[in-house]
C-alpha cells in the first residue's frame, strides 16, 4: 500500500492506495483551509497551518492501521513561492498563484524583455502567477522581508525539511516557476536574472522518482509506520491529475475545474507552447502543454456566498431549469486575474447587462457559462496539439459535483467530454507515480480505468455560446 498526500488551495487530502492503485475504503482525511485574500490583490497561505493540515491528514489515514506502508507520494498546488532562512524555517508567506500584487513587476518584466524568447524557454509567460514578477516585487515592496531569506522554494520543501533535514525542488515543480529551461531541465539564467536572484538561493533539482528515507524526530516517533518507507518528492497537482485521470498521452486532454480550471495534454515530444498556453513537466521525459484560467469553481464559491444561494442540489436542479445563454448578461470572470489565454494579470470581474429582473440564479448561471467559454478559447489553442483523435476527460473538482456545468462546458467546447471514474484524481496519480517508481506498475498505462459518463454537445446550444463568447471578447475590448 501507498499513501497519497495531497497538498491544494483549499484542503489538504491524504489517501491509501493499494497496489493496483485503488484507494482504501475509510481511509481518506482531508483538512479544509481557505488562503488569506488581503484588499491589495494578495493570496497567501501560512506554512504552518499547511503544515498542521498534513499532520492531522496523516494521522487520520494511519490511526488503527496495521499493513506494511510502502511509500508516500506528494503533490502540492503549482507556483506557490516561500522564503526560507538560513536555518530552512519559513519566514514569508506562501506567496499564491492568484496573488496579483506583482502585476506592474511583470509588465515591466515583459517591457524589458523578450517575451516570446523566455516563453519558449521557460513555458512560461512574463506574468503576476510565477516567480520572476512576485521575486521583484517582494524586492522593491518589502525589502526588510526578502533580506530574511537565504533560499526559495514551495510547500514541498518545507515539508522535506521539517519532516528530513534537507530538500530538493522536483523537475515538476520547478517547471512552473518561470525559472527552468524546459530543454535543458536546469534553472534559466536569463530568468534568474530577471528575478534578481542565483542558483544558490535555489533548492537543487531533482525527479520524483528520488526518494528520500528517514523520517527524523519527531515524526518517526509520531509515524514509525513510515519511518523507513520512501517518500517521493512533491509534484505539480496538475502533473497528478493528468496521471490520475489516465491522460498520460496526446490522446487524451485532461479537464479540472477546481478552484480555477484547466486542460492539459502530456507529450514525450513537445512543440514549443503557442502563445496563451503553457508548457510545465511530469518530469524529465514527459512534458505538459495546457492552459489554466484565473477562474473555475473560485467563481461559483463566489456565487454562492455573495448571492446567498441555496444548498447545492437546489441550484443544480435550478440551473438545469435555465436556457443556455438565455440571461442577457455578458460576464469577464476575471475575479482573480486572467491566466490564459490572455495572461494580463490587471483584469478584473464584470457583469454586463443586468437587469431589475434579473436572479441571483441568472447571475450564477452566467458566470459558469463565462468559465466555460474561456476553457473553449483554451482548448481551440491546445487541440492541435493533442492526437487528432483525442477524448477530453473531466476528474474531480467542481465538473464531477454538477452535471449541470459539465453538459455546458460541453456545448462550449463543441466537444464530447467523459467524466473519468474516479473523484480524486490528483490523489489517484501520486499514488500510481509511486507505485510505478516502487516498481508495482511496469507501467502507468497498466492502471488505466474505464471511462464514465459521455455528455455530447448539443449544436445549437453550441452556437449560442460561440455568439456570448463573440460577445464576451467584444466586452472584454471595451473594457
Known sequence: MVIALDVGTSSTRASLYDSAGHPIPGRMRQVPYEPTVTPDGGVEHDATRLLEAVAACLDGVLAGHKAPIRAVAVTTFWHGLLGFDGRGHPVTPIYMWGDTRSVPDARLLSAALDDAAVHARTGCHLHASYWPAKLRWLSRERPAEIRRVARWGSFGEHLELKLFGEASTSVSMASATGLLDQATARWDPEALAAAEIDEARLFPLRDWTEARRGLRAPWAMRWPALRGVDWLPAVGDGAAGNVGSD???PSRVALNVGTSAALRVVTTDPPEPRRGLWRYRLDRRRALLGGAT??????????RQILKLPGDAEVEAALAELPAAGHGLTVLPHWAGERAPGWRGDRVGVIAGLRLDTTALEITRAALEAVALRLALVYDLLAPC???AHTIVASGGALARSRVWTQITADALGQPIRWSPTSEATSRGAALLAL????????LA????ELGETFVPDRARHARYRDALERQRRLDDRV
Not at 484565473?294 to 456565487?303: D, K, L, Q, R, T
Not at 497498466?446 to 480505468?449: K, Y
Open 247 to 249: 491522460c498520460i498521452d
Open 294 to 303: 484565473s477562474e473555475g469553481g473560485n467563481v461559483y464559491a463566489w456565487c
Open 386 to 388: 493533442a492526437a487528432p
Open 436 to 443: 510505478a517508481a516502487l516498481g508495482v506498475l511496469p507501467d
Open 446 to 449: 497498466t492502471a488505466r480505468q
